[in-house]
T-cell receptor
């Protein structure tokens, strides 16, 4: 049972480039979310989804897009990367809502030059 | 803005001692959870306490919740070097059950 799989683990971008962070879960979880973790800031919620076709904004959504076409996948898109988006990104899922126990991926470290 | 605030930011103890970490939050919650993060890894769930519960145990972990003070504590008894990690509290908001807010964490170091 793989749990939550994130790719890539590391990525370096130049300012203005676009990229997609992939997240997949095999637990048939309805709820999926993206967080960013910055030093001394804890985790901040970017976007979340409560099921296929349903997404909503979290605390820091600007500069990020998401979609949920299947239950398993929840990609995070950076359309025009900025140095302020340098961070570690975590995908998490849970059975039905954010209030349930979250299962986290291993993280994706993104550096924007 | 962040919901949970952990205290202390860093804690260093000897193996065998108890470690206590505190979390304060601002708004009404459905539940409060504690997570652990080893360096360079994802977060792992430790324990969940609901808003109508006051205390919960799991192995060497004891969590208390005081909703009148909007605070929680995590006690790790008889600590081991393997407990070295960062610990985060997270709160599920009453106004939006899907908005899970994390604090900045407590960095625990247990010296052998």
């Amino acid at each position: 049972n793989a749990g939550v799989t994130q790719t890539p683990k590391f990525q370096v971008l130049k300012t203005g480039q676009s990229m997609t962070l992939q997240c997949a879960q095999d637990m048939n979880h309805e709820y999926m979310s993206w967080y960013r973790q910055d030093p001394g800031m804890g985790l901040r919620l970017i976007h979340y989804s409560v099921g296929a076709g349903i997404t909503d904004q979290g605390e820091v959504p600007n500069g990020y897009n998401v979609s949920r076409s299947t239950t398993e996948d929840f990609p995070l898109r950076l359309l025009s990367a900025a140095p302020s988006q340098t961070s570690v990104y975590f995908c998490a899922s849970s059975r039905s809502s954010g209030a349930n126990v979250l299962t986290f991926g291993a993280g994706s470290r993104l550096t924007v030059l | 803005s962040q919901q949970g605030e952990e205290d202390p930011q860093a804690l260093s103890i000897q193996e065998g001692e108890n470690a206590t970490m505190n979390c304060s939050y601002k708004t009404s919650i459905n539940n409060l959870q504690w997570y652990r993060q080893n360096s360079g890894r994802g977060l792992v769930h430790l324990i969940l306490i609901r808003s109508n519960e006051r205390e919960k145990h799991s192995g060497r972990l004891r969590v208390t919740l005081d909703t009148s003070k909007k605070s929680s504590s995590l006690l790790i008894t008889a600590s081991r070097a393997a407990d070295t990690a960062s610990y985060f509290c997270a709160t599920a908001q009453v106004y939006n059950n899907n908005d899970m807010r994390f604090g900045a964490g407590t960095r625990l170091t247990v010296k052998p």
